[in-house]
Antibody, heavy 115, light 110 residues
């Protein structure tokens, strides 16, 4: 059974940083692309970033501030978030990415950016 | 990346059929055969319902179907059931290896 468990969310001040983690199990992690998708409170889904092999891609809204990475030895996906602003407040989902669609999602970790 | 356009809400009675549209451009929906649809119940993670425009993952009811014409994709739910009440999102690849989501549609089963 595929499981994705996000962690690392919390309350952070504007301008601060956080690192999110996503522990994966139930599939061969190293062979699949992965992604982060966020959802602001009461709002829709927003694609944040994807990592596929050595290639990484970012939404314009986070490029230059967020960094996606993975540790295949630990079956873990990361999202380093810097220069956070209130607009980054959201539930951040980790998703297994089949290059064309997201087939499994975690339950999310909540990031709140506020002073 | 501009969001795809979905109706904010749709509704239908049990047993009826409804269709949710998702309109983009030639840079996303019109340029790819990879539209996917997700169902999200309140407080839950999204669930894949349709991928590659028309395909259903194993375990998804055949009451759910997808289609695409030009820059617009559609999700049809036939034989509406109370459990179908949820938010639905479309997404498509876009140019430069990015992805774009629709704003979401709230389905109400009357």
């Amino acid at each position: 059974e595929v499981q994705l468990l996000e962690s690392g969310g919390g309350l952070v001040q504007p301008g601060g940083s956080l690192r999110l983690s996503c522990a994966a199990s139930g599939f061969t992690f190293s062979t699949y692309a992965m992604a982060w998708v966020r959802q602001a409170p009461g709002k829709g889904l927003e694609w944040v970033s994807t990592i596929s092999g050595d290639e990484v891609y970012y939404a314009d809204s986070v490029r230059g501030r967020f960094t996606i990475s993975r540790d295949n030895s630990r079956n873990t996906l990361y999202l380093q978030m810097n220069s956070l602003s209130p607009g980054d407040t959201a539930l951040y989902y980790c998703a297994k990415y089949r290059e064309r669609y997201f087939d499994y999602w975690g339950r999310g970790t909540l990031v709140i950016v506020s002073s | 990346q501009s969001a795809l356009t979905q109706p904010a809400s749709v509704s239908g009675s049990p047993g009826q059929s409804i269709t949710i549209s998702c309109t983009g451009t030639s840079n996303d929906i019109g340029g790819y055969k990879y539209v996917s649809w997700y169902q999200q119940h309140p407080g839950k993670a999204p669930k894949l319902m349709i991928y590659d425009v028309t395909n259903r993952p194993s375990g998804v009811s055949d009451r759910f179907s997808g289609s695409k014409s030009g820059n617009t994709a559609s999700l049809t739910i036939s034989g509406l059931q109370a459990e179908d009440e949820a938010d639905y999102y479309c997404t498509s690849p876009s140019k430069t290896n990015t992805r774009v989501f629709g704003g979401g549609t709230k389905l109400t089963v009357l």
